[in-house]
């Protein structure tokens, strides 16, 4: 066998282990430097407890408070809304249908629907400043026919956001699944919405299925209002 040369330290720790009970000793040695190291990686301990030590959620709800000041979460919820009706699409039709005299707006969408949540405000928006000229209603769409969630379930999320929104307009949870009302409304998806003139005929169904307005998507500021305000026209 080939001899080994040791020296210093690493002879020290040679002889340590040939002694007796020597690598008991050194296991305890090795366990003891373990559960060190084990106490280093813990969680710091709070040091000071003065005005800046806060728990995590004030902290969460400071940083909340300051995305408010500066418009970058959700506003806080308005107290004037008009509550949403559970009804099937031909009642909302029959309702449609009683408006007539005044242009009517009808916009189909849904809480997972982000371009419809990006358009819903100035469907409101457009109500309050035409009001007493025109009729707005909006259809939600959140029913996709699942028997364990009806359709009146589904009021209190659409309601959250239509009272955050502040929504005086003409409000429904349509009853029938989502895809039987599109099937009707000759569209392949959401957003959706259906402008009538003064008379009740339909002036323009506004859909994106056939890509017409881009990669955006129709908008109320481009295409809507304009057809609205035209509508009004002596």
């Not at 916009?107 to 109500?127: A, I, M, Q, Y």
């Not at 239509?162 to 349509?174: D, K, S």
């Amino acid at each position: 066998m080939t001899g080994v040369s040791l020296s210093g330290d690493n002879a020290e720790f040679f002889l340590a282990v040939r002694r007796p009970n020597g690598w008991l000793i050194v296991s305890m040695c090795l366990v003891a430097v373990w559960l060190s190291g084990l106490v280093g990686c813990g969680r710091p301990a709070a040091t000071g407890g003065g005005a800046n030590s806060q728990p995590a959620s004030a902290t969460a709800d400071q940083a909340t408070t300051e995305g408010d000041s500066a418009g970058n979460t959700t506003p806080e919820p308005q107290t004037a809304y008009h509550e949403p009706r559970v009804a099937r699409w031909q009642e909302i039709e029959q309702w449609i249908g009683q408006q007539k005299g005044k242009p009517v707006i009808v916009d189909f969408w849904s809480t997972t629907c982000g371009p419809c949540l990006r358009e819903l405000p100035h469907l409101v928006k457009l109500n309050e400043e035409l009001a007493g000229k025109v009729v707005c209603a909006t259809v939600d769409l959140d029913y996709y026919g699942d028997p364990e969630s009806p359709p009146a379930s589904l009021v209190p999320q659409v309601s959250q956001v239509l009272q955050r929104l502040g929504a005086r307009t003409e409000n429904f949870v349509c009853a029938d699944a989502d895809s039987e009302v599109l099937a009707k409304l000759q569209a392949a998806s959401i957003p959706v919405v259906l402008v009538y003139d003064a008379d009740g005929n339909l002036a323009k169904k506004f859909t994106n299925d056939a890509n017409e307005y881009g990669q955006e998507g129709f908008t109320y500021e481009k295409h809507i209002i304009p057809l609205v305000r035209k509508l009004l026209e002596p």
